[in-house]
């Protein structure tokens, strides 16, 4: 939401895209968990998009992410597609620009 309504400007696609490409970066670590994935969302909206979320919706991506991630990790593909269709729509704008967006298992 903050891309498509470019609070950081001409540059919002751009950081969006960097900003997929960092959270993949950080899952693929095998150390990463929800209190790493939760910082980076953290830091990235306010430094980024000069975003602050207060709602709780930062915790609740974090812990998506990395309830995703451990099912991709165990092999639970099954689970994985399923929790994945139940979201909302994404915007398939952004992963179709993002160059590194696959996980390691």
């Given at each position: ?36 994935l939760?910082?980076?969302?953290e ?63």
């Open positions: 939401m903050a891309a498509n309504l470019r609070f950081s400007g001409v540059e919002s696609l751009s950081r969006a895209t960097n900003f997929v490409e960092a959270v993949v970066a950080l899952i693929n670590n095998k150390d990463c968990d929800y209190y790493d939760l910082d980076l969302l830091d990235t909206m306010d430094e980024q998009f000069d975003t602050y979320i207060e709602d709780g919706s930062l915790e609740e991506v974090a812990t998506l992410l990395k309830s995703f991630h451990d099912s991709f990790k165990s092999g639970n593909t099954e689970q994985l597609l399923q929790d994945i269709n139940f979201q909302p729509n994404s915007e398939q704008w952004l992963l179709a620009r993002s160059e590194h967006t696959s996980c390691k298992v």
